[in-house]
Every structure is written in structure tokens, then in C-alpha cells.
């Protein structure tokens, strides 16, 4: 399920109503974060308790759902005052096994190009 080369990850900043399933969750992806639902990237949600995540994306000829539910932990979900947040993939799995993306950070990306 999770990225790909090329595939981009989406977080909705603060809180999002966790009743909404496949429909009502991309109706937020093109109303209220301005983006494509269809695009294949993962558009990923949280609740107000910042107990459950779920993540939006498109395959090939359809919506899919992921959802993970806390029973004890909260997670470290970002409340900034932009609508959406561009994260990596290996962020998002960060973010999934509980780590603080504001506290950790990896190594930059870096990007060489051969000139001849």
C-alpha cells in the first residue's frame, strides 16, 4: 500500500470528521486541500483525538481506504496553519509508528545530476 517512486503523501492538517468514508473524504481532497483525488498519491487523515489515521488514494480503477486506529497512544499529528502538508514516505511511516516528525529528522535528500 504504501508509496511508490513517484507517488506523493498529503496530510491533512488538524482535525478531520473520521465518519467520512471513501466519498466524503475525497470531496475534502479537491474542496478544501485544492488537490486531485484521482492523482494516485495517498491523502492521509486524523481525528480530533489524534487516535486514528486514514489514507485516501487511488489505484488504477478506484478509491482505497487504509485505516489505523490507536488503542492506547495518540499520534504526533501536525496543527499547522496550512490546510495540507507534503511529507516522504518514510516520513509517513514515522508518523504511523508514533514518532514526532517536528523532533526527528533524516538525512536531506540529496540529487546529483551528471553533466557532460
Not at 468514508?21 to 481532497?29: E, H, N
Not at 486541500?33 to 489524534?50: E, I, P, V
Amino acid at each position: 500500500m504504501f508509496p511508490v517512486a513517484g507517488v506523493r503523501v498529503y496530510l491533512a492538517t488538524g482535525a478531520t470528521d473520521m465518519r467520512k468514508a471513501i466519498s466524503g473524504l475525497s470531496i475534502l481532497v479537491g474542496e478544501r486541500l485544492k488537490l486531485d483525488a484521482f492523482s494516485g498519491h495517498l491523502f492521509a487523515f486524523c481525528n480530533y483525538r489524534r487516535t486514528m489515521v486514514k489514507i485516501l488514494y487511488w489505484d488504477r480503477n478506484g478509491f482505497c481506504l487504509w485505516q489505523k486506529r490507536l488503542e492506547k497512544e495518540r499520534f504526533y499529528w501536525p496543527a499547522t496553519e496550512e490546510e495540507v502538508e507534503e511529507i516522504r514516505s518514510q516520513q509517513l511511516r514515522w508518523l504511523l509508528d508514533g514518532l514526532d516528525l517536528r523532533r526527528i529528522k533524516g538525512h536531506p535528500e540529496r540529487r546529483y545530476s551528471i553533466i557532460y
